[in-house]
């Protein structure tokens, strides 16, 4: 079978590799049907990830179908369809016991620390995956996972419909979490400096789209909140000045939620956060959000047609890499099919 495997920053190859084989037997093998491609993906590709390793397949937003299943696998069928939960969690550490599996102390995720997806077939544990109907496309279905970050992001915000959310950046993620926060019925700004992102916020129900090379941020936040802030900001461009910029955007007793992985330094004072008693909380990945998310898929609450842009077949990886790296090109979710 064929593999997309990043032997070294900027090195990606089409590998053959052995079919891989069910050895417990609670796995399940996986024809893989489609994966779309996320911001990890390309930072692993060009090596500016801080927790990857290499060689790595990679890809995490994957969605297949069941070909072969372990003699204890019962909640399942061959031909199901399912997508992966790439969270490897040990399930006995204090995180794991407190019900945050997303940062256990032995975490490793899938196309991060272990091979991803992007391969045409792969052997799963029959907890790593969920079923999904039928009628999802395969393109829809690999939507499921980014969207699961956008769950626990709102979660980590306890983003109630009396929040005025203001998320920075309108790149995929930041997208998917301005569809999320839509649904609590919240007040959602966002800002971006390229004009077609924030077309998109706007046709997905953002009630202000800010353009940071043409106004003040700051200035434009206090305007829209009779100078308060914003109650919840959501820093989704992930930079060192970024993080520095929210803690100004965010009114007293606020929230700060952070989604990088820069190791950069950021410039912030104590003061900034203890005199107004802020909240700052990291959100990686998900926990257990699956099952919610793949119920507003199926019941219609989320709809994630308009956010597929371009589709390739696996082996233009290259092609596909390069319309995401060049930042003229107009794009959302790319998806690779399999």
């Known amino acids: ?168 950046g309108a790149g995929p993620v930041g997208l998917s979490i301005l569809k999320m926060v839509k649904l609590y019925d919240a007040t959602c700004f966002i800002s971006d400096v390229m004009p077609y992102k924030l077309g998109y916020a706007k046709q997905y129900g953002a009630d202000e789209i800010i353009n940071a090379k043409e106004v003040d941020v700051r200035e434009k936040i206090l305007a829209l909140t009779e100078n308060n802030g914003a109650t919840v900001v959501i820093d989704a461009a992930c930079t060192s000045k970024s993080f520095e910029q929210a803690l100004s955007y965010v009114c007293a007793a606020g929230r700060v939620i952070t989604l990088g992985f820069g190791k950069e330094p950021s410039a912030i004072s104590q003061l900034s956060i203890t005199a107004r008693e802020i909240d700052v909380r990291g959100s990686r990945l998900h926990n257990n959000k699956f099952p919610t998310v793949i119920e507003y898929f199926t019941s219609g609450k989320l709809e994630v047609k308009d956010m597929i842009s371009h589709r390739f077949p696996f082996t233009q990886i290259d092609e596909a890499l390069r319309l995401i790296e060049n930042p003229s090109n107009e794009n959302g979710k790319v998806v690779l099919m399999f």
């Open 1 to 168: 079978m064929k593999a997309l495997c990043v032997q070294t920053p900027h090195h990606i190859v089409i590998e053959e590799r052995p079919m891989p084989v069910i050895a417990l037997p609670t796995e399940v093998l996986i024809k893989v049907k489609a994966g779309g491609i996320c911001g990890s993906d390309v930072h692993i590709y060009h090596g500016s990830s801080s927790v990857a390793t290499y060689p790595r397949v990679i890809g995490h937003e994957i969605a297949g179908e069941i070909v072969e299943m372990g003699k204890e696998v019962n909640n399942f069928s061959v031909g199901d369809h399912v997508i992966m939960d790439p969270v490897i969690s040990c399930g006995q550490c204090y995180q794991c016991r407190i019900g945050r599996r997303n940062v256990c102390s032995k975490l490793q995720v899938r196309s991060v620390h272990v091979d991803g997806g992007y391969q045409e077939y792969i052997v799963m544990p029959r907890e790593n995956i969920y079923h999904i109907p039928e009628n999802l496309s395969w393109e829809e279905a690999i939507m499921i996972e980014p969207f699961t970050i956008a769950a626990q992001v709102c979660s980590r915000a306890e983003i109630t419909k009396h929040d005025t959310v203001f998320i920075m």
